[in-house]
C-alpha cells in the first residue's frame, strides 16, 4: 500500500535548522512530482515547495525562497526539506505530498515549532 512518512520534525530555536524526510513506499517515486505542504493552526495549508520527478525543477514559496531547499533522492525513494534560518512564522505540521495526474497522495504531518 502507498505510504508517505514524514520524520524529522521538532522544536528549534528562530534562526536554526531543520532537515525533513519523506519515505516512499507502494508507488513509483521516480514518477510523481513531490511537494511540501504546510498548515499553521487556523489556517489554510499552504505550498511550500515542489520538485519535479526527476529533479531537474524546483519551485518555492515566496515566503521560504532563499531559506528552504527541496531535494530529492530517487534511488532511496526520499525527499527531503533543508530548513534554515528558520522564523516563528514557519511553525507548522509540515506534509509532503506525491502527485501525478489525478493521482495524489499525502503523508501524516511533521510537527515544526520554531520557538525561543
Known amino acids: 500500500q502507498v505510504q508517505l512518512v514524514e520524520s524529522g520534525g521538532g522544536l528549534v530555536q528562530p534562526g536554526g535548522s531543520l532537515r525533513l524526510s519523506c519515505a516512499a513506499s507502494?508507488?513509483?517515486?521516480?514518477?510523481?512530482?513531490m511537494s511540501w505542504y504546510r498548515q499553521a493552526p487556523g489556517k489554510e495549508r499552504e505550498l511550500v515547495a515542489t520538485?519535479?520527478?526527476?529533479?531537474?525543477?524546483?519551485n518555492y514559496a515566496d515566503s521560504v525562497k532563499g531559506r528552504f531547499t527541496i531535494s530529492r533522492d530517487n534511488a532511496k525513494n526520499t525527499v527531503y526539506l533543508q530548513m534554515n534560518s528558520l522564523k516563528p512564522e514557519d511553525t507548522a505540521v509540515y506534509y509532503c505530498?506525491?502527485?501525478?495526474?489525478?493521482?495524489?497522495?499525502w503523508g501524516q504531518g511533521t510537527q515544526v515549532t520554531v520557538s525561543s
Open positions: 507502494g508507488f513509483t517515486f521516480s514518477s510523481y512530482a
Open positions: 505530498k506525491a502527485a501525478r495526474g489525478f493521482r495524489v497522495y
Open positions: 520538485v519535479t520527478a526527476a529533479g531537474g525543477l524546483t
